[in-house]
């Protein structure tokens, strides 16, 4: 048992520079992303929006009618870096009703064994104007990983690819190397961005 601590405590410390470096690009990043408008920023969030929708419509032909016809959708970019047994980041998108774009927030934490940085798009396919607007004003928290397979609302009909995450609500998920087999929200907290909206 005291070994078992002597470890944990050696892993700590020895992640704490990881952890300490990451803190200061991300903070880097952050200021850099600081200093353009929120004009600059909405731009931005609309173009890697627009770029993760094509990646997803490229793999799923079919989602490209779908996400058409459900009532909402949501597209985000998160980042995060994960040093021993805990990790942290965050990210931003826009959510879209009937053309109306609500730009959002997301922060992360993460407990676990990993180290690493990585990132990771996602896009939110809401099937009830409902799941959309509790998403969009009460924001969303989350834990835990949703792998089940889509279905599109009441019709019965998948949205293609998507993983079920809960009642009308799917959503892929991407990392650099394509769209990923298990959505993971963990620790996760979507929010509605003050300055951008």
């Not at 200093?35 to 890697?48: C, G, L, V, Y």
């Amino acid at each position: 048992m005291r070994l078992r601590s002597t470890i944990l405590v050696l892993a700590t410390i020895l992640s704490l520079p990881v952890l300490a470096d990451s803190a200061v690009k991300q903070n880097n990043t952050a200021s850099a992303a600081d200093q353009k408008t929120p004009a600059e920023r909405r731009t931005e969030i609309d173009r890697t929006a627009s770029e993760t929708l094509a990646q997803v419509y490229k793999k799923y032909p079919k989602a490209k009618s779908q996400i058409a016809k459900a009532p909402a959708y949501a597209v985000f970019r998160t980042g995060g870096f994960q040093a021993m047994f805990v990790g942290a980041g965050g990210g931003d998108g826009v959510a879209v009703a009937s053309g109306k774009r609500t730009y959002m927030n997301m922060l992360q934490g993460k407990l676990g064994l990993g180290l690493g940085a990585k990132e990771t798009r996602e896009v939110w396919v809401f099937t009830s104007i409902d799941a959309y607007n509790k998403f969009v004003s009460s924001g969303w928290s989350a834990s835990g990983e949703a792998g089940a397979a889509a279905k599109l609302g009441k019709t019965g009909g998948q949205v293609a690819g998507a993983k079920h995450l809960a009642e009308n609500v799917y959503v892929y998920q991407f990392t650099k190397n394509g769209l990923s087999a298990e959505v993971t929200v963990n620790g996760a907290k979507y929010m509605k961005s003050d300055e951008l909206n």
